[in-house]
């Protein structure tokens, strides 16, 4: 079978998923559990909606199957520019899904340093 991009992709994305369970299993191990991470993982919960309505509206669609598929470019592009400059919906969701973005950055740098 030949080697593919989306194949590799899966297999980082696996292999650091694995990588933070056992990093949080040997933290419950060891007692440390804190409440930063605790913190993290529930501030990761309003993701889901940010991402899905930000990719909804980039991808101009309103199929479930966006919130699965490895798209990242166009995401990306129009998270940093303004794809859509008349598009007042984008505008704001894009302006909450920055901020949410911003503070789960913070957050997960305060846990690194924390560590």
Known sequence: MKPSLKNSFFFFAFSLLFLAISNFLAAINRGVLCPLLITLFI???????????????IYKTNDWKINIKPLFKK???GLFSNLYPDNNQYIRIRKYYRIYLIIYLFLFLIYLSYN
């Open 75 to 77: 995401e990306i592009i």
């Open 43 to 57: 501030w990761g919960f309003p993701s889901t909606y940010f991402r899905s309505k930000f990719r909804k509206i």
